[in-house]
């Protein structure tokens, strides 16, 4: 996969289940949810947005479904079974319970867990007294939920015909690295797939990776990936030959912004959708490799200019998010950034960002809307949601 906006063909979502579930008044701050979603809604918006992308021809793989695939090599089941258990959280004697538990169980169960994580009141029964089990309420958690797996952009990416698995910063997301790992390493369709990054590398996330065109990658650094992480990522894509310039792109430590995709996307092959307030002060460093192979640093300029340069484009076209910066702020906020590109010129974008939706479509964008007010809680749009995994080129 060469670039965001080449025709996609397959694309690995996560249909919501049990692990939103989990969430409450008490947990969903520490579980990066805004607000607790209706799961019977969620999970409609997400099968209406799964069918946008059939409709267009597009393969749509569902993570459960290839997780528990691969969890049907003895060797993944053993893995999830490691991956699932914390002995430093159980004490050692509850987490030989768990582990023994869990390697008796099937693929489906296991995956389940892995997911929805389990409650101290939901482990298997044990003789002999736990001072961990005592101390726990029965609804806390021995294994965490990972409600943020709807988020299949964040913790993969596809460069090339290779996959980086993100190494995760935010506590509550870290184990989803193990999950996407057992999918790649063990699922009949992946596990052929060279790594173009390692999970336990420094901190980058997907939803800052960025391919702008053939050979050129920005990567956010910011809230969730560091420079540490970008300059790893540039390294191993310029060994590889995946690209020929690496844009690294600051941006601001919150909420709001918390990855690259949240201020801007690709929506065509010279044009993006972005805040308008990142508009100006958005500035790249530029990565290459020098003549003796050695890494380069240039800059920081301005992020339009260092785009368009390294994309070899004359500019690259903005549209603004919003119409006034009171709705560029609503709707930036509404993940009206996060757009989901299915073919050059076309994107799945939610329905309820109005102004910026309007203004994709008089700049000659095509835009696919779907549904988002329970999906959007967790602070992510279409893009977020997806992990495209096989794109036409654009040549």
Known sequence: MESEVGPLRSVLLHRPGAELKRLTPRNNDQLLFDSIPWVDRAQEEHDAFAEVLRGRGVEVLLLAEVLRSALDDQRAHAAGVHAAVDDRRLGAELADVLRSHLSSVDSETLAEVLMA?????????????????????????????????????????????????????????????????????????????????????????????MLLAPGVVAIGVGERTSAAGAESLARSVFADDLAHTVLAVPIEQSRATMHLDTVCTMVNTDAVVMYPLARDSLVAYTLFTGDDGALRVDGPEPFLTAAAKAMDIDRLRVIDTGLDPVTAEREQWDDGNNTLAVAPGVVVGYERNVETNERLEAAGIEVLRIAGSELGSGRGGPRCMSCPVVRDSLR
């Open 117 to 209: 994580g389990m409650t101290f009141e939901e482990l298997p029964a044990a003789e002999g007294a736990s001072l961990v089990r005592k101390m726990n309420h029965p609804r806390d958690f021995a294994v965490d939920p990972l409600p943020n797996l709807l988020f299949t952009r964040d913790s993969s990416a596809w460069i090339a015909d290779r996959v980086a698995i993100s190494s995760l910063t935010m506590p509550a997301r870290r184990r989803e690295t193990a999950v996407l790992d057992l999918v790649y390493a063990y699922h009949p369709r992946f596990r052929q797939a060279a790594r173009a990054y390692g999970a336990h590398s420094a901190p980058i996330e997907g939803g800052d990776v």
